[in-house]
């Protein structure tokens, strides 16, 4: 055994391991007599690959310090899911002619009416004009004698201009929302609701004909929010009578929220689920109020964050499945 005491009972020195010409303080612990690197311990990057002390490595699973195994959100997203539902959609299950037309992208429900009742669709040969017929997604279902063919569902929200119609063709060649999405994909889009021609913010426009049905049925009362600026500021007593609601076309009009977020009053945050035509407007006019600038800041819980106006964007797959989700939630 190594003795570290000297012949006096003094501690010897710690041998230092140096080469010659070098000073005694130098410590080159990874050097080797050739001037190489010596192979740095298991686990701190080196090329030595085989364990300290013999023996493989084994299989670490993918978990976090401490934690469970992770789980691969990917596999489970609302988008994939959407994916195996219409490549393992059930053949034998009949679904609404008009429905079908409008998840392939044709037309929206209600134009897919108009269609069936004028003698423009066919299914297997047979021209339908029964508004209440169904059809197998095995059938052959023809438009003006063309197949049609079930398209990806695209979802894209825009943050719209001023001087925009809401419609997919104006007969006064008005710039429409349509001509700003139109290099966006090739399949057929469409506006979900209307926005005044004047009226700015958060537009949807998709080819999924379910959805955007949904999405207008009053059944839903999916809730929008108004930025609202007024020519006058608002006066306690005509706001007492919006906040009790305001009837329109034989319905009364009931704002969820109505707030100030500025100091005067003339600027007004406007919380609603009405999807009357120009409801906004004509609720402050009914009042004696006009409306100078109306900007939709949501719709259906979509926000129009990050997108510049006449800028748009494809939705999310995490946003399609919120969407879709919202729904299953109220039934």
Not at 80 to 96: A, F, G, I, N, S
Not at 171 to 184: F, G, K, L, Y
Request: net charge positive; aromatic share 8%.
């Amino acid at each position: 055994m190594y003795n570290n005491l000297n012949n006096e009972g003094e501690r010897r020195p710690r041998p230092r391991f140096h080469r010659e010409g070098e000073p005694v303080s130098a410590r080159p612990r990874f050097r080797r007599e050739d001037g190489e690197s010596r192979p740095k311990p298991f686990g701190f990057g080196s090329e030595r690959t085989e364990r300290p002390f013999g023996g493989e490595r084994p299989n670490r699973p993918n978990k976090p310090f401490g934690g469970k195994p992770k789980r691969n959100n990917n596999l489970y997203s609302g988008h994939k899911q959407q994916v195996y539902r219409e490549q393992h959609e059930d053949p034998t299950k009949p679904v609404r002619l008009n429905k079908y037309l409008a998840n392939a992208g044709i037309c929206s429900r209600r134009e897919a009416d108009d269609f069936i009742q004028a003698g423009v669709i066919s299914v297997n040969g047979v021209t339908v004009d029964s508004l209440g017929a169904k059809v197998l997604p095995t059938d052959d279902i023809r438009f003006h004698d063309q197949p049609v063919r079930r398209e990806r569902k695209v979802y894209i929200l825009l943050n719209k201009p001023k001087n925009t119609v809401t419609t997919t063709d104006d007969p006064q060649e008005r710039h429409t929302v349509i001509d700003i999405v139109r290099n966006a994909c090739p399949e057929r889009i469409y506006p979900v609701g209307r926005l005044d021609r004047n009226t700015t913010g958060v537009l949807l426009l998709t080819n999924d004909g379910d959805l955007a049905a949904k999405l207008t049925h009053p059944k839903f009362n999916k809730k929008k929010v108004y930025a609202v600026t007024l020519d006058k500021e608002l006066d306690q007593v005509d706001e007492a009578i919006v906040r009790a609601g305001v009837v329109l076309d034989d319905e009364r009009i009931i704002p969820d929220a109505l707030e100030f977020p500025k100091e005067d009053r003339k600027h007004i945050g406007l919380e609603i689920h009405s999807g009357q035509n120009r409801v906004v407007r004509r609720i402050f006019e009914k009042v004696g109020y006009k409306v100078v600038n109306l900007d939709r800041v949501s719709f259906a819980g979509l926000t129009k964050k990050n997108v510049g106006r006449g800028k748009w964007r494809f939705l999310t797959p995490k946003e399609v499945a919120f969407l879709q989700m919202s729904f299953k939630s109220e039934k």
